[in-house]
């Protein structure tokens, strides 16, 4: 056979390489090219003339569609993220680390809905129906007519399905077992989870069912992850956590039906996932003790606010290059944060090992916590406490100029609720005449205020 009938593509992007390379030109990852035929040549349309195809009618934008009906889950936190419920003949991608509670949510979720009525069918290709009926009497939900199969084919799971009543509601236990005898190319592949994927969305689209795929995250880029399916679907909700906690975050990354920055919130059980209904104070850790080096964030998720707080530890390095861990931040908004407290703040923090935690195991996404983390690490540098019941927010600029955030009036507004009546924030123009909401204009201010500790005297 020739050689031009195999091509290389990444695992990790999907990018299309000719030949084999240890790193991929596209997304920089090592060792995620996997060699599969090339029955299509990637410019296949080349030299070839179009087919002369039928005109469609075109339309107008006004129309009088109805807002598609919705499934509702009975689980408020996971239809509050996918837009107020689950549209029907659409595809739902969940994505997150092993072990993190895919199937244990999608189970709850079904089992509810199959006692409303739905016919709700659960394919998994990771676990024997055995181990799904073990799991479901853990949860407690045994009894709920859900329609079980361990399959992994895809024709078999798409016969499956259009036999005997439309199902509305199908999970897919995970896209990375999907496996098709049309596509040759090992299981977990790019190309089998997208033909495997393609293939059940464009049955969901033609039923009217909904279709809810799991996807692993996986680090190793051996299998392919669900980034390679998500411009496909319609929705893509990733499930996040520690799992040394026990509180599970639902994210939506995309969503064609609703908003993209919703969050639900998880605790994980003995008995399964249980709704948090409430979440402003689950990520707090001990802030109430007031110790240096820890800053209360007024943060935002979504529509909803949330206190987080944010630990930082910093402690004279013994090492040549001193350490930077971070947990649930991001590397180099603290790499960038430490540039700009040493530039504009006159903070000698260089020769230090830093570490930053945010407790609970949540991961911070918005730029407002830079503030928050900004004063945790002064707070731990020069051993002075920020003052009791403060909360902080606001986004640091490379000039050291302190940003106001988005939303203030309603975190201010949390955070008083809560009992943190000192604000820490960004002066941003208005005269406020609150003295318990402290404007800071620059990271010199902030270092002034709590290396002189200036607020002490409240
Ligand atoms: P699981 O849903 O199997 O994760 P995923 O499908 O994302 O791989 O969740 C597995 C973890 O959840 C496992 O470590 C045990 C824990 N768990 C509980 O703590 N309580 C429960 O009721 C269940 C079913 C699982
Ligand atoms: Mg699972």
């Not at 080349?46 to 009618?57: D, I, Q």
């Not at 930077?324 to 540039?339: E, F, I, Q, S």
């Amino acid at each position: 056979m020739a050689r031009s009938k195999v091509r290389y593509v990444c695992q990790a992007c999907g990018a299309v390489a000719p030949r084999w390379a240890g790193r991929c030109d596209a997304c920089g990852e090592w060792n995620t090219l996997s060699e599969e035929r090339a029955d299509q040549p990637v410019s296949g349309a080349k030299g070839r003339t179009l087919p002369k195809g039928r005109t469609v009618a075109l339309q107008t934008l006004a129309g009088n569609e109805e807002a598609p009906p919705r499934i509702l889950t009975g689980i408020g936190e996971l239809d509050r993220v996918a837009g107020g419920g689950l549209v029907p003949g659409s595809a739902i991608l969940i994505g997150g680390d092993p072990g993190i509670g895919k199937s244990t949510l999608l189970l709850q979720a079904l089992a509810r809905m199959a006692q409303a009525g739905r016919r709700c069918i659960y394919v998994s290709g990771e676990e024997a129906v055995a181990q799904i009926r073990l799991r479901a009497r853990r949860l407690g939900v045994a009894e709920a007519p859900v329609l079980l199969a361990a399959e992994t084919n895809v024709s078999d799971i798409v016969s499956t399905l259009s036999e005997g009543a439309r199902p509305d509601v199908v999970v897919i236990d995970s896209i990375q077992t999907l496996w098709s005898s049309m596509i040759e190319a090992a299981p977990g592949t790019v190309s089998q989870l997208r033909a495997g994927t393609e293939i059940l969305i464009r049955h969901a689209k033609k039923t009217g069912c909904v279709m809810l795929f799991v996807g692993h995250v996986t680090k190793e880029g051996q299998i392919a992850g669900p980034r390679v399916v998500e411009h496909m679907v319609d929705t893509v909700l990733y499930f996040e956590g520690d799992r040394g906690h026990q509180y599970r975050i639902l994210r939506a990354v995309k969503n064609r039906f609703g908003p993209t920055d919703e969050i639900g919130v998880f605790e994980m059980a003995g008995r399964g996932l249980i709704e948090v209904e409430n979440p402003s104070l689950l990520f707090m850790g001990d802030a109430q003790a007031q110790s240096a080096g820890a800053a209360v964030l007024a943060g935002m998720e979504g529509a909803r606010p949330l206190l987080v707080e944010v630990q930082a530890l910093v402690a004279p390095s013994a090492l040549g290059t001193p350490r930077r861990a971070v947990v649930g931040w991001d590397t180099a908004r603290l790499a960038m944060v430490l540039a700009v407290l040493e530039t504009h703040g006159g903070v000698r923090i260089g020769g230090h090992d830093v570490y930053l935690n945010i407790a609970g195991g949540l991961k911070v996404r918005e730029p407002a916590a830079d503030l928050a983390a900004a004063a945790a690490l002064v707070s731990s540098l020069t051993g002075n406490p920020l003052p009791p019941r403060t909360a902080v927010f606001g986004e640091i600029a490379l000039s050291g100029v302190i940003r106001p955030a988005g939303q203030t009036a309603q975190r201010i507004r949390e955070a008083r609720k809560l009992g943190f009546e000192t604000i820490i924030t960004a002066a941003d123009g208005t005269a406020d005449n609150d003295p318990a909401i402290r404007r800071v204009e620059t990271v010199a201010d902030l270092v002034a205020m709590i290396a002189g500790n200036a607020l002490s005297g409240d």
